[in-house]
């Protein structure tokens, strides 16, 4: 049983009245003040500052609320944002390498193109053949089959 409990044997210190039973619990209560006496001006006041800190609260928790739903969107939006930012890192790494492949393929072609007779080579080489007019040749079969027919005639 506790201590506030226990019966206590009347003695010379209980019999003196409740001055000794009221020292007696002081220390139960020690470091709290007594309540004045409200007053009906005091009473609604209080309720009313209890109405505005309720009302208060009910804000800060609406704000609390409001603001972890705008954490949770945030973090949301941050985890999309971040795939699709991979996503283009490896779009723009492929379109890299297709963009070295290229420039490889062009310099391949380039080189084989100095290789290559130039426009105004062509037009020498086609005065040529237009002055030659190698179609007028004849060929080594229409000469020994011309040999063969004058051969022929003149025996």
């Known amino acids: 049983m506790s201590p506030l409990f226990k019966k206590t044997p009347k003695t010379a210190d209980t019999a003196r009245g409740p001055e000794k039973a009221e020292s007696r619990f002081k220390n139960i209560f020690a470091g709290k003040e007594k309540m004045p006496a409200i007053g009906h001006g005091t009473e609604t006041l209080l309720g009313d500052i209890g109405r505005r800190l309720r009302v208060l609260e009910d804000r800060y928790n609406s704000l609390r609320k409001q603001f972890q739903f705008t954490d949770q969107i945030m973090l949301k ?79």
């Open 77 to 155: 939006n941050k985890k999309e944002i971040n795939t699709e930012i991979k996503a283009m890192d490896l779009t723009l790494s492929e379109i890299n390498k297709e963009i070295i492949e290229l420039k490889d393929k062009a310099a391949r072609m380039s080189s084989e193109l100095k290789g290559c007779a130039r426009l105004s080579e062509l037009k020498i080489i086609e005065k040529y053949i237009d002055l030659w007019k190698p179609v007028n040749f004849l060929t080594r079969d229409q000469a020994i089959k011309m040999i063969k027919e004058y051969a022929k005639k003149n025996k």
